[in-house]
């Protein structure tokens, strides 16, 4: 699989201190400079955050020690720490303990920028038929990465989710959870990073659209899980119209719904 958001953090294997140094086969240790606005631990973590940027800093780098930071910044370590604390709550800091321990950078997963996007877009107000739009650019957009690069593996998994989703429904306990989880599964099927993490910002939404479809149309869930199943058989054989076809109805057919519950014309 390739490493989730290259484009934005490269990992750089064993991890190693950033060093200071006029060899040319290390990089010099960034220049940070003194903050002096409201908030000083978010101005260091801005400056952070653009070394980061500007590809200064990068993953499996250590950071200098408290001390340092403490004068270069010119501030107190309660102050490092604070930030300190929002880098690694961000996931872009791993704090160690022990004599090889440190401030070490690390690479975000795509589960934690994911869910930092979800909750940015849980807070917008994106209506279902909003959400089920995008959704339908989007999924369908993906679908040719999907088949290239589906595994055995991934296709028994999006199997088991089917299957699973069958018996629920035939019990009456099929939610819309497990609708939302095989798209999910399928978007990670082609192993792209920033494909999932668009996907899995995008849960909550999707959470908002199939609620307010099944609510339209509570006798649709059988019928959506037979296209989920013929989408893996798609997938599958490689038949990428197929797939696209199903999808579009699929989808469309959820934005219809959602359309006319929320009155839109």
């Known amino acids: 699989m390739r490493t989730p958001l290259h484009h934005i953090l490269s990992v750089v294997g064993p991890q190693k201190e950033i060093m200071s140094s006029t060899s040319p086969d290390r990089r010099s240790t960034p220049k940070f400079t003194p903050v002096n606005v409201g908030r000083t631990s978010y101005a260091i973590v801005d400056q952070i955050k653009q070394f980061i940027r500007d590809g200064e800093l990068k993953a499996g780098d250590r950071l200098p020690n408290e001390r340092d930071l403490c004068q270069q910044f010119g501030v107190s370590r309660v102050t490092v ?26 690479s975000p997963s795509a589960e934690l920028v994911g869910d930092n996007l979800a909750h940015l877009l849980s807070l917008s107000p994106i209506t ?10 989007f999924e369908v957009a993906i679908l040719p990465l999907v088949m290239k690069y589906a595994t055995d593996d991934d296709i028994a998994a999006l199997r088991a989710i089917v299957a699973e989703s069958k018996d629920l429904e035939n019990e009456g306990r099929y ?53 989920h199943d013929d989408i893996i058989d798609a997938v599958e054989a490689r038949d990428l119209e197929r797939a696209s076809a199903i999808m579009t109805e699929h989808l469309g057919r959820t934005a219809d719904r959602i359309r006319l519950l929320e009155g839109d014309e």
């Open 81 to 106: 720490r604070e930030a300190l604390r929002i880098l690694e709550a961000n996931g872009l800091v791993e704090v160690r303990v022990g004599a090889q321990g440190g401030s070490f950078l690390t």
């Open 175 to 227: 939610s819309t959870e497990m609708s939302a989880a095989f798209h999910v599964r399928l978007a990670a099927c082609a192993h792209n990073g920033a494909v999932e993490v668009l996907m899995r910002s995008f849960y909550g939404p999707i959470l908002t659209s199939l609620t307010e479809a099944k609510a339209a149309a509570p006798v649709m869930g059988m019928r959506g899980i037979q296209e």
């Open 128 to 137: 279902g038929t909003a959400a089920t739009e995008a959704r339908l650019a």
